[in-house]
């Protein structure tokens, strides 16, 4: 069982930069591969960016990449996502999720633990 904690949303301005966390409890961090998804209002969550295990892989939305990088601190069972160069079109509520597994996916049902979320407004 893992639990998922969100943090570093905010209300920023176009062109900003934030830095989301995800704290995750339990000792067996660095068994998951970690994925953050977003949901806008009246749109599906969709797929942000994940990565392996050891950090070794990342993987990106095409409408984020090259603006949002995922890292991890598996000493301090920790996920992020730098997110750079914000456009009001990445509004929405952000989720991290934990998948007990080596492969990474960028699809919801691959992962078995989501955070509660975090509320990330740009404003143009």
């Known amino acids: 069982q893992v639990q998922l904690v969100e943090s570093g949303g905010g209300l920023v301005q176009a062109g900003d930069s934030l830095r989301l966390s995800c704290a995750a409890s339990g000792r067996t961090f660095s068994s998951y591969a970690m994925g953050w998804f977003r949901q806008a209002p009246g749109k599906e969550r969709e797929f942000v960016a994940a990565i392996s295990r050891s950090g070794a892989s990342t993987y990106y939305t095409d409408s984020v990449k090259g603006r949002f990088t995922i890292s991890r601190d598996n000493a301090k069972n920790t996920v992020y996502l730098q997110m750079n160069s914000l456009k009001p079109e990445d509004t929405a509520v952000y989720y991290c999720?934990?998948?007990?597994?080596?492969?990474?996916?960028?699809?919801?049902?691959?992962?078995?633990?989501w955070g509660q979320g975090t509320q990330v407004t740009v404003s143009s």
């Open positions: 999720a934990a998948r007990n597994a080596i492969v990474v996916t960028t699809t919801l049902g691959g992962y078995d633990y």
